[in-house]
Every structure is written in structure tokens, then in C-alpha cells.
């Protein structure tokens, strides 16, 4: 069987036409998400639930009102409940907006109870953190554009991308992961055409969202030239310090208890090996913190490993397009160790991994394809309710390594080794 391979180099598609004929694809992708998201959240949920309340997604509402208190320059209350927040204030921050026109219309922000279970705020909130998750879905693209990819691969691409990120966005409720690897490509795409200061900017902004981004700085940093490297690291450390900071100024307790300990709910969620090890905090609480030092540590080892790759990179200029798949791929492996080191899992964390994932694939068609199989079955699969560590966080681990190295591997080599023999040519 032979590869039917993507163009290495090419043009981009419609250069001579405007922003919105480029991003035709993640535009529409994103206009049926939120129909989508909206009728099911409405309609289609309620029903097949039995219930005659919207099917909300929960953990939305605490950071709409941790927006609402910088909205208000309250951020003292940033991390007292009932915000629930955990994450760096960019998280809250990226809701302003929409809280904005929330206050202005009058509309509560109540969290959704059986007594209040039409919110009205969801039907503005709703879509708006649905079109902001939706920021991936064109970095994606612009990334597909820059390696010349042809446009019914991109369509797919896209498809795949958008069936992907339901489980963080409308399922789940948070933008903030979707924005965070969403501004991760882009500080990615940037790299490789030799915008060191953008992407140190995007990469400091994407770590302020959400700090998971964090996971991919020694990678991406590996492949940076060391002159650069100091103006590089203080850039995409900037603007979470800044926010942090003001945050422990107005709070220093609640902050630093929040964003170091990191609970996480064990009875509600996913428990994995590392449950049992990880610092108990009382009513059923866990500590996510120490276990995210630990892929932290690791991510800096896969830097280790893939930088000797890249020493002709880091003198400069842009990078070939394989280096680029190569970048993402090493940058999905790091996004990868948060599932294999977390103390407790929640399904959309698994989200990020897949999304890279999908452009590290773009090297041919037969990789897109099996990845995007694997992806989306991953996607639905994990909405599954166990709890057990071996019942849930074992398949997902391994799901998310098969995804991986169906993103590397080329058909060929995976017919070769799991059959022993070489593959006909077609």
C-alpha cells in the first residue's frame, strides 16, 4: 500500500481572498457547535434525560462569577467560593465580556438549581464560550493552511477538531482550555516562521488562561535559539505573573491555597493510581498539585530528547514543515503527561492531547484518518461514569498513546510491525 502524502510546501489556500473565505471551515464549524450545543443543552438533553431542566454544563457558572468579580475589580474574591476557581485569573478574565452584557441586561447569574433550572444567562453565555473555545479550530486551520494542506483534508481536519472539542466546550463548559491550546498553536505557528516575541507573548497569554499550557513551554523552548531564549521565557511568564500577582495582593491566602493545592473533587470524578498518594484536604478533596509538578518535570525531560533534533533549528529562520509536525507532536506528548500523572481525572482533560494530536497527523492521509478515528472514539468514550482508576484512567492513558502513535507512525511501518511483514505497494 502506498502513502498518498500531503504537499510538503505549498501556497495557501485562498491567498488572494479575505479573512473569512481562509477560515471558511472552522467559521462554519463553529456556527453548527453552538447550534449544536444550544439544542442540546435545550432540547435534545432534557429529553433524552427524562427532566424538564436545561442540560447545563456545571462548572461554567462558578467561573461566570469569578468574571463577574473582576468585572468588578473584586479580586479579592477571585478564589472564595463560590468561584471554585483553581486556575490562573486569565480563566475568569476571557468571561468579562460576556458578563458584561450579562450585568447590563439584568440577568442573575445564579448557579442552575431544580428551582432555577432555565437560566437565562446560559442563552448569552451559551454560545459565547462556545465561539471562544472555537479559537482552536482556526489556529488549527492557519496551521493546515501554512503546510499546504488541500482543502478537503482540511475540511476533515476541521470536522475532526470540532467533534473533538464538544466534550470541553459544550459538554464541560471550559473555554479555557480551548483558548489556552488554541493560543499555543498559534505561538507554535509564529515559532516556526521565526516570530520569537509573538510567540513568546501568545505562549505567556495561553499560560494565563490556563496554566496546563505550561506543560508545553520546555518543548517549544528547546526548539528557540538560546540568545533568544531569556526575552522568550520572561515574555511568556509576563502576564500570569502580573495576574497572579494582583489576585495575591487583593487575596495572598486564598490565592496561594487555591493555585498550589489545585483540589480536585475524588468522589465526583476520575480516580487514578495517584489518588492514594496525593495530600487529602478533607470532604473527599484531593491535591492536583504535586502531580502536575511531576509531568512538569517530565515535559522538561521530553524537551531534553526532542531538542537534540532541532540543533539546526535553533540557529534561526523557518522551519521546514516537518520540524513544524515534529514541534506539535513532541508538544502532544507533553500535553499527554497531565493525564498520566493527575490525581484525579475529569473527562475533557484528555481534550488538549487530541487536538494536537490531529495536526502532529497531517504528514499524510492514512495518519489524519486512523487519528481522527481514534480521537473521536476516545472523545465519546470518556463520557463514561466509572470511577475506578483501572476501569476509566487505564483505558484513557492507553487510548491516548495509541492516538499518539498513530499521529507518528507512518501506515507502512505500522502494518510492518504488527505483522511482520513488509506491505504491498499498491
Keep these: 500500500m502506498a502513502l498518498r502524502e500531503f504537499p510538503a510546501v505549498?501556497?495557501?489556500l485562498f491567498a488572494d481572498g479575505n479573512v473569512l473565505s481562509r477560515r471558511l471551515f472552522p467559521l462554519l464549524a463553529t456556527v453548527v457547535l453552538i447550534v449544536i450545543a444550544m439544542s442540546s443543552a435545550i432540547w435534545f438533553g432534557p429529553g433524552l434525560a427524562g427532566s424538564t431542566g436545561w442540560a447545563l454544563p456545571d462548572d461554567l457558572w462558578g467561573t461566570l462569577i469569578a468574571a463577574q468579580r473582576m468585572a468588578h475589580l473584586d479580586l479579592g474574591g477571585l478564589y472564595t467560593?463560590?468561584?471554585g476557581l483553581i486556575s490562573l485569573p486569565g480563566t475568569a478574565l476571557i468571561l468579562v465580556p460576556v458578563v458584561a452584557v450579562i450585568d447590563?441586561?439584568?440577568?442573575?447569574?445564579?448557579?442552575?438549581?431544580?428551582q432555577y433550572s432555565h437560566p437565562a444567562a446560559w442563552?448569552?453565555?451559551g454560545p459565547y464560550e462556545i465561539a471562544l473555545s472555537a479559537v482552536v479550530l482556526?489556529?488549527?486551520d492557519a496551521i493546515a493552511e501554512h503546510l499546504g494542506i488541500t482543502r478537503p483534508w482540511r475540511a476533515l481536519l476541521v470536522t475532526a477538531e470540532t467533534v473533538a472539542l464538544w466534550s470541553v466546550s459544550a459538554r464541560w463548559g471550559h473555554p479555557e482550555d480551548a483558548v489556552a491550546v488554541g493560543l499555543l498553536l498559534y505561538a507554535i505557528l509564529a515559532l516556526s516562521r521565526s516570530h520569537v516575541s509573538r510567540s513568546g507573548w501568545l505562549i505567556g497569554a495561553a499560560i494565563a488562561v490556563q496554566p496546563l499550557a505550561l506543560l508545553a513551554v520546555p518543548v517549544i523552548a528547546a526548539a528557540v535559539a538560546p540568545r533568544r531564549l531569556p526575552g522568550f521565557l520572561a515574555?511568556?511568564?509576563?502576564?500570569a505573573a502580573l495576574l497572579l500577582g494582583a489576585a495575591a495582593w487583593a487575596n495572598w491566602g486564598a490565592t496561594v491555597s487555591a493555585v498550589t493545592?489545585?483540589?480536585n473533587s475524588a468522589p465526583v470524578n476520575?480516580?487514578?493510581p495517584w489518588t492514594s498518594l496525593s495530600p487529602h484536604l478533607g470532604g473527599g478533596m484531593v491535591a492536583g498539585g504535586p502531580g502536575r509538578v511531576l509531568a512538569i518535570v517530565a515535559a522538561c525531560c521530553c524537551a531534553v530528547i526532542a531538542g537534540r533534533r532541532w540543533q539546526a533549528v535553533r540557529r534561526g529562520g523557518p522551519w521546514e514543515p516537518q520540524v513544524l509536525q515534529d514541534v506539535l507532536w513532541w508538544t502532544a506528548v507533553a500535553l499527554a503527561l497531565r493525564s498520566v500523572f493527575e490525581s484525579v481525572m475529569v473527562t475533557y482533560y484528555i481534550w488538549p492531547v487530541l487536538a494536537v494530536a490531529l495536526l502532529a497527523a497531517l504528514r499524510d492521509w492514512t495518519r489524519l484518518v486512523a487519528t481522527t478515528a481514534a480521537t473521536s472514539v476516545l472523545t465519546f468514550a470518556s463520557q463514561a461514569s466509572w470511577h475506578s482508576a483501572w476501569s476509566w484512567w487505564l483505558p484513557m492513558v492507553a487510548g491516548l498513546i495509541v492516538t499518539l502513535v498513530l499521529a507518528r507512525v507512518r501506515a507502512e511501518d505500522l502494518w510492518q510491525l504488527t505483522t511482520g511483514r513488509t506491505p504491498a505497494p499498491s
Design 123 to 125: 442563552l448569552l453565555a
Design 104 to 114: 447590563a441586561a439584568g440577568i442573575s447569574l445564579q448557579q442552575p438549581t431544580a
Design 270 to 272: 476520575h480516580l487514578t
Design 81 to 83: 467560593q463560590p468561584t
Design 138 to 140: 482556526f489556529a488549527a
Design 235 to 239: 515574555r511568556a511568564a509576563a502576564p
Design 261 to 263: 493545592r489545585q483540589p
Design 10 to 12: 505549498g501556497p495557501p
